[in-house]
């Protein structure tokens, strides 16, 4: 794939615009203020990935080098993020859920014995996006690279420029909040 | 994430650990603890079920395709970054 796009092969740009193009969107879209901005800094990218991939050496995943591109050129298009809102949520679970020990006041509803429907991946797509749409960037942008893109908490990292600490706080609070509005809908279907 | 000064850690300080637990960054006494507690917490077994279900689910996000003229327009400006 590396050597199709070193030679300039139109069908591997295209293949890899159909394999990225979404992906890198939402990810844009939580540094900056608008899709169109977000458009034009996957275009960037894609410039910057054709421009550059001669000077790619493999020190690290091509995915990873990519998305590094876009969250380069997406924080120069307009950055959105601001230090951690006070509205984020601090508790990985709301403390009314839990008596005076600190023990759960009611059980825990178990997930997995429900009918297969009720977990079917497709059904659930379009909650998880809007849910993510919902998190705060910082939180979604970790929680895209971890969970949605399979990236290592190292190559989250490198693309975010962020401490491992940091990611990894950020990552718990995502989750946290993307299973709780799971369990929101959960019941409802 | 919480210090845990107590022997046994509580449902409500579970849950904050879950995603260190997750990454392996526990030390082995929090996570051997973290462990006692899943195994008499029936609650909180389920609820790290949820999140490993959250995390799957997260990963099965179907990737929308590209519209035949977000690809073609793409494919233009590609020829003419080529030919510049």
Same mark, same amino acid.
């Given at each position: ?19 990225? @193009? @979404? ?50 050129? *997406?924080?120069? *298009? ?38 297969? @429907? ?12 809007? *849910? ?58 | ?23 392996? *960054? ?59």
């Amino acid at each position: 794939m590396l050597a199709l796009l070193r030679d300039g092969d139109e069908e591997a740009f295209v293949s890899l615009v159909s394999r990225y @193009q @979404q992906p890198m969107l939402r990810l844009a879209r939580s540094f900056v203020p608008s899709q169109a901005v977000a458009e034009e800094a996957v275009q960037d990218t894609w410039l910057g990935m054709v421009r550059g991939i001669e000077r790619f050496e493999g020190r690290s995943s091509f995915k990873t080098w990519l998305f590094r591109i876009l969250v380069n050129r *997406a924080r120069s *298009a307009g950055t959105r993020e601001h230090p951690a809102a006070p509205t984020e949520p601090l508790h990985a679970v709301d403390p009314a859920r839990f008596n005076d020990q600190g023990q759960w006041a009611d059980p825990v509803d178990r997930w997995i014995e429900e009918s297969e @429907q009720r977990l079917d991946a497709a059904a659930w797509s379009p909650v998880l996006k809007a *849910a993510l749409e919902d998190l705060p960037p910082r939180q979604r942008q970790v929680v895209l690279l971890r969970d949605v893109e399979g990236l290592s908490n190292e190559e989250a990292c490198a693309v975010l420029g962020i401490s491992v600490g940091n990611q990894r706080v950020l990552l718990h609070r995502g989750r946290s909040q993307l299973r709780e509005i799971l369990e929101s809908k959960m019941g409802k279907r | 994430m919480l210090s845990l000064r107590h022997k046994d850690i509580v449902c409500q300080q579970a849950v904050e650990l879950v995603t260190d637990y997750l990454e392996g *960054a526990l030390s082995r006494r929090d996570r051997r603890r973290f462990e006692a507690h899943l195994r008499a917490c029936p609650n909180c077994t389920a609820y790290v079920e949820q999140i490993r279900i959250t995390i799957l689910l997260a990963g099965a996000i179907d990737a929308e395709d590209l519209t035949p003229k977000a690809r073609e327009e793409l494919r233009d400006l590609y020829r003419g970054w080529r030919r510049e």
